[in-house]
């Protein structure tokens, strides 16, 4: 992913280098092996260090603790550099105590597992991803995909962002905030799905949107209609509908010179009041600090 983020002219973002401890090959479960070029001495210049997925060991889920080179690697990440970890390699974090007092998350089905081995860890299992700034953790598989592209979203923009995804053919963005474990990903009866509400909803965002007016959309009680969306989803109706409006608030003000007034009543918040307070809400600053941070020259290039 963070390879096919690039300039309009082409020029990657990333400067990308893999590593192991002692740049040993490592065999993976599906019985191949990954030959890297680097050992852990380019974590003395690494911006960002991405720690692959890999299932905690016995040593680990019977001590807590990390084998003393794992943890003299990590120990070697310097303060400044942001830490993101994929799927259950959450489990290295929190035992190296870099979760102390944070949220975070990991799979689903070892959330239970995580939380009961590290309480000082705050354990979301009903997340994709969580961002703390400097640490990022994932939940399994894809989730891994879209907090990548979150933060290619969150260096570079939306724009950039979206290129990469269509080069990577994956979804341009899903919220952090989304639902791991859906029980019903494709629902049976595929008549009575929400997808052409959602694609409604979608196309209406500058309007007032109730969930009363999706219900009858889709031709269903308000009831059903909830259930089927959760079923379907992930994530109730007017939450998902909120989450769209902000999705799109950030999008134009990475990408427009729009006013905040004319960004607020094109997403539907009415106001730039509701908008300021949405933006507090959920990324903590204001709109006009979002996009002077989102708004930078040519970005240089990291790794």
């Not at 259930?227 to 990475?254: C, D, Y």
Request: glycine share 6%; proline share 5%; aromatic share 6%.
């Amino acid at each position: 992913m963070f390879n096919e983020a690039c300039t309009s002219d082409g020029t990657r973002l990333y400067s990308v280098s893999t590593f192991t401890p002692g740049g040993r090959a490592v065999r993976t479960h599906e019985d191949f092996q990954i030959l890297v070029d680097h050992d852990e001495s380019v974590l003395q210049t690494a911006d960002t260090v991405v720690i692959a997925t890999q299932e905690p060991s016995e040593h680990l889920l019977a001590t807590g603790t990390l084998p003393g080179d794992l943890a003299a690697t990590l120990d070697r990440i310097r303060p400044q550099t942001r830490i993101v970890s994929l799927c259950t390699s959450a489990f290295l974090l929190a035992a190296a105590g870099l979760l102390d007092g944070r949220r975070a998350t990991t799979h689903w089905a070892l959330c239970d597992t995580f939380a009961q081995m590290f309480p000082a860890v705050e354990v979301d299992p009903d997340v994709l991803f969580v961002d703390n700034g400097r640490i990022l953790t994932s939940a399994g598989g894809a989730a891994g995909i879209d907090m990548c592209l979150h933060l290619v979203r969150r260096d570079h923009g939306a724009t950039v962002a979206a290129a990469a995804a269509r080069r990577c053919v994956t979804a341009p963005w899903r919220e952090g905030g989304q639902a791991q474990f859906i029980e019903h990903l494709v629902p049976q009866d595929t008549d009575r799905s929400t997808s052409a509400t959602r694609q409604w909803a979608l196309e209406r965002l500058a309007e007032p949107i109730t969930l009363e007016d999706m219900a009858r959309h889709a031709h269903m009680s308000v009831r059903t209609f909830t259930r089927r969306f959760r079923s379907e989803a992930g994530i109730s109706p007017l939450k998902w509908l909120a989450q769209r409006r902000l999705a799109h608030a950030r999008l134009l003000l990475e990408s427009t010179d729009l006013p905040v007034a004319r960004v607020a009543t094109a997403c539907g918040f009415g106001d730039p009041v509701a908008l300021r307070k949405q933006f507090h809400t959920h990324l903590g600053l204001s709109p006009v600090a979002y996009r002077r941070a989102h708004n930078a020259p040519e970005p240089t290039t990291a790794h």
